[in-house]
């Protein structure tokens, strides 16, 4: 170190000559530095900074290079930093700098510039500094400066009173007193500005110097509001732009009045006898006010529930289960800050103890033994108590609302109700209610029995279906107060009325046996009644028809098949008027072995179990009643294959490709086979059958076969009609000879014999007379319409038409079979159709010509 300073010493005395005296080779000016410089420009800094100052480098011809760039301080005549580059280019050039300097400052040399930097500056730094360049060939330039030192106060604190606070909360003081406070900042220079703010805003720049050292701001507050609480107050003491101020800030502390105290009840008034939870809420105080409960002067106990609050809100809780007494006291709820002597503040709570209406009904009536009968006048009379008051009076009657209707002799004024003549459509169980707030209240009920004539009952039946020498028994049931009735028949006919008197009754009811004799014995029967108030007005009226065999069911359909089990439902048909059962029979479809046979009283609804697995079958379904049964609707069906005899593995077979394809070659020839046999076939059996069936008949004729009874009615001895020979689809593809005309045939006498009884005008009148889609008509057995029109000729005789005889003109003989020709004359209707046959002997002949069926067009 010693030898390194020696160096400096001798490098600034060599430099020294070479300043005065100048550089051989190089002219130097005099010393006159700055009469070319009129303005010094002034550089600022703050202790502890950085201070930069410029020195322009600038050759003044492009030619030329510096040689020496020499900074001075004050007026002293030794460079405080040297660049020697007389030898070599400034970028390279030694730099010498003083010993005081040397660790805080440095050059930075550019092309143009070569500034002197100086950091961390210190106080001292102040005062002028020189910049001197020297150039090889032009001449010496100089520059000259002025730095100013910026010294920041070294403290900063605030006072109030005897206390001395550096940050921080303040206080606390109490809401409404005086506040002042002083700022006080010691050192700097220049001397600070001491300045009052509220976050951005500027409350007081006003200070003064309480010494030398020291500059003050005083801040008074007349009145602390509560705004101020925990208000943020800074003081700055700022003495430069270069640096933030030195700041010191305080928050203050108040204690500030409850501003608010609420009870916040529940939504419905308190109920008497019911425990309430009350809650009151604090807002505003600082700190958190303590909440007391009073009633009239007594002081409450509070729950256990633990008051919660914040720094402003206090809530407490107290359970009360007020009396009716309570009504009209005064609860009290009362907020205080223990800080504050003064500051309590109450919210008063008008107890409302209410509870929903009580009611009572009282009953009066117009007549002096006071009895309800038709005709008298009644009073109902509802008395209410009720806290608040009830907004209405509803009157009710069996769960309904009653309103005013003087038509019916109901009146309504206000908690009153009257009944004039009252009658049995007033019967019924009567109740007041009315509501408040609190809720809906309703008296007892009271039942008005009403004394009344009989009437009919609902009945589920009023016809009734029975068959000559048949029995049916008829129920009569009235509805009557008092129970003693005392019942009358009487039978309406198309000939006469007369009373029946073969009947019994039991109190309300009545059964009367029918049983008719003839045609003449149908007609109407009506019941009466009579009790102590009166004679029934209007009778109960009961149809009698002769009954009829029932309907087929329709929209059978199979549902939840399984391997043992299916479930069939149907829509039950006509019963003609008499109680129908259902009855379903399973059949194996190849041998036609019975299987199940159900019966249901109810609905054809059937579930099926106990069947063979992977099964072909038939089902039959029918109803039937003491008139007969009715046809059966036929349905096939099978059984899901048993999940026991599926296969588990099933391996493939080999096959070659010739061999597959020579067996397709010999099944398709076997199908075109089969084909062309139906089809020759078919066409023999039109041939031989003499009609031109549609693509759709065969399958619509076997359909119509099935339907077709093959058991005559067990009861029928002597029918109006006697039944043709029934056919067959077996006998059909037996025997080519029996064409549709006998199938027709016999489904005509089919349904004349079920409606032999009815006369024509009966028949027509009947919506289900038309033929259904099983029936066969006489449109369909004749011939195809020509595509083109023809002409109706007059020379031909006018079409026959069947003449039916409703009437049983002719005399029929009693016998069922009809074996001889006589017996053929008693046909009681006459078409073309039926002269063709009355030359047979007997309807199963197959030698007779077939009868040529024609239609006149």
């Known amino acids: 170190m010693t030898k390194w300073r020696l160096h400096t010493y001798l490098y600034l005395l060599i430099l020294s000559p070479v300043a005065l005296s100048g550089v051989p080779g190089i002219k130097l000016k005099p010393v006159h530095y700055y009469d070319e410089q009129k303005e010094y ?56 700098i003083r010993d ?46 002025n730095v100013s030192i910026i010294v920041p106060p070294k403290d900063i604190y605030i006072r109030y009173g005897d206390h001395r606070y550096e940050g921080g909360r303040i206080g606390p003081f109490d809401e409404g007193s005086y506040l002042n406070l002083t700022c006080e900042a010691v050192g700097g220079n220049p001397p600070p500005i001491v300045s009052w703010w509220s976050g951005s805003i500027l409350i007081d720049d006003t200070y003064w110097r309480v010494s030398e050292e020291a500059v003050a701001n005083s801040l008074d507050i007349p009145y602390l509001y509560r705004n101020y609480s925990m208000m943020a107050l800074t003081c700055n003491a700022s003495n430069t732009n270069f640096i933030p101020p030195r700041s ?71 359970f009360i289960s007020p009396r009716k007494e309570d009504n009209g006291k005064k609860l009290v709820c009362r907020a205080k800050n223990p800080r504050l002597s003064e500051s309590a503040l109450e919210d008063i709570w008008k107890l409302d103890v209410q509870y929903k209406p009580e009611l009572y009904l009282e009953l009066q009536t117009s007549d002096e033994d006071n009895v309800l009968r038709e005709g008298t006048s009644v009073y109902l009379d509802c008395k209410i108590n009720a806290n608040p008051q009830y907004r209405e009076v509803q009157w009710i009657l069996d769960d309904h609302r009653l309103f005013s209707n003087p038509v019916n002799g109901i009146e309504i004024h206000g908690h009153t109700l009257m009944i004039k003549n009252v009658s049995r459509e007033h019967e019924g169980s009567y109740r007041c209610a009315a509501d408040n707030l609190i809720g809906k209240g309703e008296s007892k009920n009271i039942f008005l029995d009403v004394l009344f004539s009989p009437i009919c009952a609902s009945r589920p039946k009023t016809i009734y279906g029975v068959g ?93 098949q399984t391997e043992r089990s299916f479930t069939v439902n149907c829509i039950a048909g006509e019963d003609g008027g008499l109680n129908q059962r259902f009855h379903l029979e399973v059949y194996t479809k190849n041998s036609h072995r019975l299987l199940v046979n159900h019966t249901r009283f109810d609905q054809p609804i059937f579930e099926v179990n106990d069947l063979p ?49 020579l067996l397709g070659i010999i099944i398709v020839l076997v199908i075109l086979g089969m084909i062309v046999l139906i089809i020759v076939k078919q066409r023999r059996n039109r041939l031989q059958q003499g009609v031109s069936l549609g693509p759709g008949d065969d399958q619509k004729s076997n359909e119509q076969i099935k339907n077709i009874d093959d058991q005559p009615d067990p009861e029928d001895k002597c029918p109006d009609v006697v039944p043709p020979r029934n056919v067959s689809s077996e006998d059909m593809m037996k025997n080519p000879a029996i064409n549709m005309t006998d199938l027709g045939t016999q489904r005509i006498y089919e349904n004349l014999r079920i409606d032999r009884d009815r006369t024509y005008e009966n028949i027509i009148a009947r919506e289900d007379f038309l033929p259904n889609q099983e029936e066969l008509m006489y449109r369909e ?3 195809s319409e020509p595509k083109t029109q023809l002409v109706r000729r007059t020379d031909v005789e006018h079409t026959e038409y069947a003449n039916i005889d409703h009437q049983r003109s002719h005399n029929l003989r009693p016998c069922p079979r009809m074996e001889t020709g006589e017996e053929l004359d008693g046909f009681s209707v006459e078409t073309p159709l039926m002269n063709s046959l009355k030359n047979d002997r007997r309807w199963g002949r197959t030698d007779r010509k077939r009868p040529v069926v024609s239609t006149a067009v």
Request: aromatic share 6%; glycine share 6%; net charge positive.
């Open 100 to 145: 005081e300097y040397s660790s805080r400052t440095s050059l930075n040399i550019t092309a143009r510039s070569a500034s002197l930097v100086i950091q961390p500056v210190t106080e001292d730094d102040a005062g002028e500094y020189r910049c001197r360049v020297d150039y090889q060939r032009g001449r010496t330039s100089h520059r000259k400066l």
């Open 613 to 661: 697995p992977d099964s072909s079958l038939r089902i039959s379904i029918y109803g039937s009643t003491a008139r007969g049964k009715s046809p059966a609707v036929l349905i096939d069906t099978k059984t899901l294959l048993s999940t026991e005899k599926q296969p588990g593995i099933v391996f493939p077979l080999l096959i070659s490709p010739l061999v597959a394809v």
């Open 781 to 783: 057995l004749s011939p």
């Open 468 to 560: 000559k020498e048949g029995k049916v028994d008829i129920l009569c049931e009235l509805i009557a107060e008092p129970l003693e009735v005392v019942f009358r028949w009487r039978f309406n006919t198309s000939g006469e009325t007369v009373d029946v008197n073969s009947f019994s009754s039991n109190r309300t009811s009545s059964v009367a046996t029918f049983s008719p004799k003839s045609k003449y014995d149908y007609g109407t029967l009506y019941c009466w009644g009579e009790n102590s108030i009166g004679v029934q007005q209007e009778p109960c009226v009961f149809n009698i028809i002769p009954s009829a065999r029932p309907e087929p069911v329709t929209n059978c359909s199979v549902e939840n």
């Open 248 to 318: 010191i800030t305080v928050k203050i502390d108040l204690n500030l009045k409850p501003q608010i105290v609420r009870i916040s009840s529940p939504r419905s008034p308190l109920l008497a006898g019911i425990e309430m939870e009350i809650t009151c809420q604090s807002q505003g105080s600082l700190p958190p006010a303590e909440i007391t409960w009073w009633m009239e002067g007594k002081k409450l106990k509070a729950s256990q529930k633990p008051v919660t609050g914040n720094r402003k809100v206090t809530t407490s809780h107290i």
């Open 41 to 96: 420009p002034e550089y600022r800094s703050v202790v502890g900074r950085k201070l930069v100052l410029p020195c322009n480098i600038t050759p003044p011809s492009p030619d030329d290079r510096v040689s020496l760039v020499l900074w001075y301080r004050g007026t002293s005549g030794n460079p405080l930093y040297g660049v020697d580059a007389r030898n070599e280019p400034v970028e390279n050039a030694k730099h010498v």
